[in-house]
């Protein structure tokens, strides 16, 4: 959601223009590593999205950027107290079945180098030594499972401790060694498709370590990973309550959760608490079986975190059993459905004379066809109708895949004061942008006929008839770039009407004016002609950019092409260029003005536009 704060008189006009917004150019990319060897499968976090080979998990789906887990610690098991247990034929059992998750769109499994609790106490399972070292025998299967992940495009949760094993560890200082020589093995190896977890539900009264019971010791062990190797994503588990204390939530490169204890009603307030970090958040185990379990990662999912599950009785406790989806056919359909991409049926607003925009009121419709937080708009809408300390009036909608998601009226009507609330004005830069987008279209031959400015408007949309008025008919292309949609006269051309649009440049937004006298018709800006001896051309049209904001829509080779509105002027001119601006600047100095300029009428005709946008376009790819 990008959005635009302009204050003029005594309104403020909050004008929001939803897109789905990547800006990748700006996206801080985190990576485990990069590809080399043999590897098929590399993992990446940018932003608060999980990455295969560069590319977004679950691309169109409910959990795109997720990554679904299944629970599988004992799939590497052994217990010296059980020589006749086959610890390779157990392995062997698991590898055999991993396709089978794939199918169902599992992309991630927990191993844990001390397994998990088998169901008896007493086992013997590590693949430390007292001193930290490491256990060939025992690292000879881990290597194996992690191979045969990679071969089938999954992610290995690699985890380090397990409470009632880390007694095995002499000292703290062995629990130390013991890290970093897990990543060393995993450097040595060649591995790309592993994430670290330190310890499984570090705070456990299992442990006897300090370093593995307490919050500090776990952030020392999460930066002495990050010192032996800075690129892997390194993190540690909780309790089964889904929460993390602050200092290990703030040192982890993602954040590990269990739900195992946490209600249904309690998974999405978890989950919020820790939006907060801005950093992936990934339950890797919940007990829950069937139904309750499918619920609990539709719930995980739909409030953005990844969900792993956990059958103890089938996977972990002995003897093990892996049948893949069989193991809990109800889990793994909800997986299956979260995880394909969704169909989504090509909606358009209904005309007007069949009225026009629906707006969406049930949560369940704002999550699915607008694919929205219900949560988190209702939380800007509290936002905002109390962030403005001078308590003035606004009115304010939000769009999003062509439904009205929100509507915020505070002491104005959005839908009968369109004049004082300012959104009228902000749909000719809305405007413009579709214009601009459907030009770049039309000149790749991707239209049923090429654009010119003299066509009809409607033509190109005849889903949007029939009209509400006869008269929009007759409007072109050329009018709707000029803004004038057909208007005719001279009264939108007097400059003294002209109004400012203070602040910096954020999104595609109209200014409005504030005295009721003058007219909401203008597209006008400030601009700070001062960058111009700091700041190369280039440079200074490249900040009033946004690239990649057209790319989320699918359109072929459109990441830099954006139409801000500080560039579409109202009426017909020559091309804005800088030595305009500078010109405009001496002449106020000269004066003793300020060396703010304000660009208006002076604007740019249909072709040098369209020339114009096609030169930034090249300019910022």
């Known amino acids: 959601m990008v959005h635009r704060t302009i204050r003029e008189g005594r309104f403020t006009v909050i004008s929001f223009l939803v897109i789905a917004i990547s800006l990748l150019s700006s996206a801080k990319a985190h990576a485990s590593f990069g590809p080399e060897g043999s590897t098929r499968t590399w993992v990446s976090i940018k932003n608060t999205h999980w990455y295969l080979n560069g590319r977004q998990t679950y691309p169109a789906s409910q959990a795109e950027g997720l990554l679904m887990n299944v629970r599988m610690v004992n799939a590497v098991f052994e217990d010296r107290k059980r020589p006749e247990f086959d610890a390779d034929k157990n392995t062997d059992e698991f590898i055999a079945t991993i396709p089978d998750y794939i199918a169902e769109g599992v992309r991630a499994f927990t191993v844990n180098l001390q397994g998990g609790f088998p169901g008896y106490e007493g086992a013997v399972n590590s693949a430390f030594n007292p001193d930290g070292s490491l256990r060939k025998g025992y690292l000879q299967r881990v290597k194996r499972v992690i191979e045969a992940c990679d071969r089938n495009g999954a992610v290995v949760i690699l985890g380090c401790y397990y409470q009632r094993q880390d007694q095995i560890l002499e000292d703290a200082q062995a629990v130390r060694t013991g890290v970093v020589n897990v990543v060393r093995w995993i450097v040595e190896s060649g591995f790309v498709n592993v994430v670290l977890e330190i310890a499984n539900e570090f705070n456990h009264s299992g442990f006897d370590h300090t370093l593995l019971k307490k919050s500090e010791g776990q952030v020392e062990l999460i930066r002495l990973a990050k010192k032996t190797l800075p690129r892997l994503l390194v993190s540690t588990s909780g309790l089964g309550n889904g929460r993390l204390p602050d200092n290990v939530a703030r040192a982890s490169d993602f954040l590990l959760i269990h739900f195992n204890g946490t209600k249904l009603d309690d998974i999405p307030k978890r989950i919020q608490a820790l939006k907060k970090y801005g950093k992936p958040i990934v339950c890797n185990e919940d007990q829950k079986y069937s139904q309750e379990a499918a619920k609990a990662g539709q719930l995980s999912v739909r409030y953005g975190a990844s969900w792993g599950f956990m059958h103890e009785k089938t996977n972990q406790h002995f003897p093990f059993h892996f049948t893949g989806t069989e193991d809990d056919p109800t889990v793994y359909r909800m997986l299956k459905t979260l995880t394909t991409p969704q169909k989504v049926e090509a909606y358009f607003p209904p005309p007007e004379s069949k009225g026009g925009w629906?707006?969406?009121?049930?949560?369940?419709?704002?999550?699915?066809?607008?694919?929205?937080?219900?949560?988190?708009?209702?939380?800007?809408?509290?936002?905002?109708?109390?962030?403005?300390?001078?308590?003035?009036?606004?009115?304010?909608?939000?769009?999003?895949?062509?439904?009205?998601?929100?509507?915020?009226?505070?002491?104005?009507?959005?839908?009968?004061?369109?004049?004082?609330?300012?959104?009228?004005?902000?749909?000719?830069?809305?405007?413009?942008?579709?214009?601009?987008?459907?030009?770049?279209?039309?000149?790749?031959?991707?239209?049923?006929?090429?654009?010119?400015?003299?066509?009809?408007?409607?033509?190109?949309?005849?889903?949007?008839?029939?009209?509400?008025?006869?008269?929009?008919?007759?409007?072109?292309?050329?009018?709707?770039?000029?803004?004038?949609?057909?208007?005719?006269?001279?009264?939108?051309?007097?400059?003294?009407?002209?109004?400012?649009?203070?602040?910096?440049?954020?999104?595609?937004?109209?200014?409005?004016?504030?005295?009721?006298?003058?007219?909401?018709?203008?597209?006008?800006?400030?601009?700070?002609?001062?960058?111009?001896?700091?700041?190369?051309?280039?440079?200074?049209?490249?900040?009033?950019?946004?690239?990649?904001?057209?790319?989320?829509?699918?359109?072929?080779?459109?990441?830099?092409?954006?139409?801000?509105?500080?560039?579409?002027?109202?009426?017909?001119?020559?091309?804005?260029?800088?030595?305009?601006?500078?010109?405009?600047?001496?002449?106020?100095?000269?004066?003793?003005?300020?060396?703010?300029?304000?660009?208006?009428?002076?604007?740019?005709?249909?072709?040098?536009?369209?020339?114009?946008?096609?030169?930034?376009?090249?300019?910022?790819?």
């Open 358 to 621: 629906h707006k969406l009121d049930k949560p369940d419709d704002i999550y699915r066809l607008a694919g929205m937080d219900p949560a988190k708009l209702e939380s800007l809408h509290q936002w905002l109708l109390k962030s403005d300390s001078s308590n003035r009036d606004f009115a304010a909608v939000i769009v999003r895949r062509s439904y009205v998601v929100l509507e915020i009226e505070k002491g104005l009507n959005a839908k009968t004061d369109l004049g004082r609330s300012g959104i009228a004005s902000c749909a000719k830069a809305i405007c413009a942008t579709v214009l601009a987008i459907a030009s770049e279209e039309s000149q790749k031959g991707n239209m049923l006929k090429k654009m010119t400015f003299d066509d009809k408007a409607f033509d190109y949309i005849p889903w949007g008839k029939p009209l509400s008025d006869p008269r929009k008919s007759k409007i072109t292309v050329r009018q709707l770039l000029n803004h004038t949609s057909g208007l005719v006269g001279e009264w939108w051309q007097n400059k003294d009407r002209f109004v400012k649009n203070h602040g910096p440049w954020l999104a595609i937004a109209g200014a409005v004016s504030g005295p009721p006298q003058e007219m909401n018709h203008k597209l006008s800006f400030v601009i700070d002609a001062n960058r111009f001896d700091t700041s190369s051309e280039k440079e200074y049209l490249k900040s009033l950019f946004i690239p990649g904001v057209l790319r989320a829509g699918g359109l072929p080779n459109a990441g830099a092409l954006i139409v801000p509105h500080a560039l579409i002027l109202y009426n017909t001119g020559d091309c804005f260029d800088t030595s305009m601006v500078k010109a405009a600047r001496a002449l106020r100095q000269a004066k003793g003005e300020p060396a703010e300029v304000t660009i208006d009428s002076a604007a740019c005709g249909d072709a040098n536009l369209l020339a114009f946008m096609t030169r930034a376009n090249v300019m910022l790819q």
